[in-house]
């Protein structure tokens, strides 16, 4: 819209008296502020500037510095102030000390390796027997040495006298080439003496090594295995092989054969099974029978989230049994002196099978068609048995001799087949010195200390 010049004219004169009166309104409402100020009578000059200052600051679309205020005086210690000179020397302690620590500088990309001895170790330096097995063929005798990650050989006849430190192996098959990793379960193969080592906890690998493997070798076969892994029994007739599961509940079944990510042929799992941690696992090819021991660790309902303790049982099974399937008689309660049971034999000309009875340090004899609670047979046990801990057995049906190893003591005991009571061994093979006894140190997950107690607590 175009102006004429009177109209220009009038409003300039209109802006010009209301800046006049905007200007009057600013200086009384300053002049006010000074008088308030004046008359309170207690405010100092500084302040009294910023005041005026803050009175004419204006919005200027940028940061402004509104007020400088100091400090105020600070009680108690203060770090010590570092002049400009130190950052170099205070920059090489720092690093220095991440480098002890296993840091990587921190201004450096490259690795750096830090090789410095404990002060002291807490550590079993000798083998310690998870599970036992003999060659047929030979007669040897194979243990698991679960603390070390190998495999010992022994003749059979081998027996420590009391005043030796230990025996010494026929053979040894063990190292990082092996693949070896708390090796708890044991096979070997009637006809060819292959050797079947089952590995747990950090390693979900069953390897298989010719008859005469010893030392650092690489395993000839290898299979991936569930993780838990635990105990392991074939039949060799239908040349299949039978895994218990230990963190699943489960029993997988695979060809004798089966290599690399070969998948199990079946599988018995569901809470109808009551498989509950289970360990070890022995079959009665006469009575076509699944025997498994079950430490008591389960789950609780349907889809579940929480899990259980429940008593230590023997759970039998047909051999071609799978899915979530009830088993057909089980042996638990008070009566069966069951206590972390772990590898388990059977007799199938006796009818009757053999378990090694962790944590109550004893072996435990049933007849096979045994049920409910009810107490064993026999039972060795007793401070005469030198049983500590055992965790595998088996029976050599040619010399009739019971075998025992313990993971407690670093031995593995000999008895008569039909040995009762608190007996004495007839032959032991010690591994380590006379009365060391088996630190138990095994997957230790964290480490506290008890000053009151001045005590280490290892929890495993």
């Excluded at 009038?10 to 309104?25: E, T, Y």
């Excluded at 096979?368 to 595998?392: K, W, Y």
């Excluded at 040619?398 to 593995?412: F, I, K, P, T, Y």
């Amino acid at each position: 819209m175009a102006l004429s010049a009177t109209q220009g004219e009038r409003m300039i004169r209109n802006f010009n008296l209301q800046a006049k009166r905007f200007g009057v309104l600013t200086g009384s409402l300053l002049g006010g502020a000074a008088l308030y100020v004046l008359l309170m009578g207690n405010v100092a000059a500084p302040e009294l500037a910023d005041a005026s200052k803050a009175a004419l600051r204006s919005a200027s679309g940028a940061p402004q510095l509104v007020a400088v205020a100091p400090l105020q005086a600070m009680d108690g210690e203060m770090c010590e102030w570092m002049p400009a000179s130190a950052e170099s020397s205070l920059l090489a302690a720092l690093q220095q000390d991440r480098a002890q620590s296993g840091a990587v500088p921190a201004r450096s990309t490259a690795s750096v390796a830090i090789e410095r001895e404990p002060v002291r170790q807490i550590r079993d330096t000798y083998p310690t027997f998870s599970a036992i097995a003999q060659d047929a063929r030979t007669g040897d005798i194979f243990m698991q040495d679960e603390n070390l990650f190998g495999i010992r050989v022994f003749d059979r006849l081998d027996n420590t006298p009391p005043n030796a430190a230990f025996t010494e192996p026929k053979r040894y098959l063990g190292g990082h080439n092996t693949k070896l990793e708390f090796n708890c379960g044991l096979y070997i193969d009637p006809k060819t003496g292959d050797i079947y080592s089952v590995n747990n906890d950090t390693t979900d690998t069953l390897v298989i090594f010719e008859a005469n493997a010893k030392g650092d070798v690489p395993p000839d076969r290898e299979l991936r295995t569930p993780h838990g892994t635990y105990g392991i029994a074939v039949d060799e007739g239908k040349q299949e092989m039978y895994l218990t599961v230990e963190h699943t509940n489960a029993i997988a079944v695979f060809n004798k054969y089966a290599q690399g990510t070969d998948k199990a042929l079946r599988e018995i799992r569901g809470l109808s099974t009551h498989l509950a941690d289970p360990h070890g696992v022995s079959l009665d090819i006469k009575n076509q029978l699944i025997l498994v021991t079950n430490h008591g660790n389960t789950l609780e309902g349907q889809n579940p989230t929480y899990g259980k303790f429940i008593p230590p049982a023997i759970t039998v099974y047909p051999m071609s049994a799978k899915g979530d399937i009830a088993p057909l008689r089980t042996i638990a309660g008070a009566k069966t002196m069951l206590n972390w049971p772990a590898h388990i034999w059977v007799d199938e000309g006796r009818g009757e099978f053999y378990v090694a009875n962790d944590a109550d340090h004893s072996i435990l004899v049933f007849g096979i068609e045994d049920q409910g609670d009810v107490a064993p047979r026999r039972m060795i046990r007793g401070a005469n048995t030198q049983l500590r801990n055992p965790m595998g057995v088996f029976v050599d049906l040619q010399n009739d001799e019971l075998w025992v190893s313990n993971m407690g003591n670093h031995r593995a005991t000999v008895y008569p087949r039909t040995a009762n009571g608190n007996v004495a061994p007839k032959r032991v093979i010690r591994s380590a010195p006379q009365g060391k006894i088996a630190q138990a140190i095994g997957n230790p997950g964290a480490v506290g200390y008890d000053s009151k107690r001045e005590q280490v607590l290892v929890p495993n």
